[in-house]
Structures are given as C-alpha cells and as structure tokens.
C-alpha cells in the first residue's frame, strides 16, 4: 500500500528471511496499523498522481473495501484517469 510498487515473491520471501515483517520489502515503510491509516497513505499517492495508487483506489472502490462505500462509476472514473497516467492494470 505504501509505494503500491509490486514485490516478487522471491523478494519477499527475502525480505522475511530478514526479519522485515511489518514493513514493505521494497521501500521499507511500517504498514499502516488500520483501514483509516490505510486509505490515507492510498489518497497520499493519489494525490501525487501515482498510476498505480489511482488503480488501487478504483479497485477499492469497485470492491467496496477498506471502508469505502462500493462505488462502480467512482471506480471507472479512476482506473480511467490511471489509464492515461500510464497504468497497464488499469
């Protein structure tokens, strides 16, 4: 959620050898300790124009998780404009 940069399993099974459970494996940010912190750290990247964080909230929004209201055409809307940002997910 942190950076939203996607992580090989190789990576992470690294990242546990090494004792980074709590943290991302890519840029070591602690995890967010509950939904509300979450979504803050998802709207940050947002709000910097990060592709993938946009992708994510639209996933957030179509699926109706982390506290957020199921919202379909909020949902489109967002994985448009990560479309044009350059999301290949989107």
């Given amino acids: 959620v ?9 990576c992470l099974l ?15 940010t602690h995890r967010p300790s509950d939904v509300a912190s979450a979504v ?3 709207l940050k990247r947002v709000d910097k124009g990060d ?9 957030r929004y179509y699926h109706g998780r982390q506290g957020l209201a199921k919202d379909v055409p909020r949902a489109i809307e967002l994985w448009t ?10």
């Fill in 14 to 28: 690294e990242a546990r050898r090494r004792g980074i459970y709590n943290s991302c494996p890519f840029c070591r």
């Fill in 81 to 90: 404009e990560a479309a044009e940002l350059g999301s290949l997910d989107a």
């Fill in 40 to 42: 803050a750290m998802i």
């Fill in 2 to 10: 942190c950076c939203m940069k996607r992580v090989c399993n190789g």
């Fill in 51 to 59: 592709a993938d964080a946009i992708k994510h909230l639209g996933d």
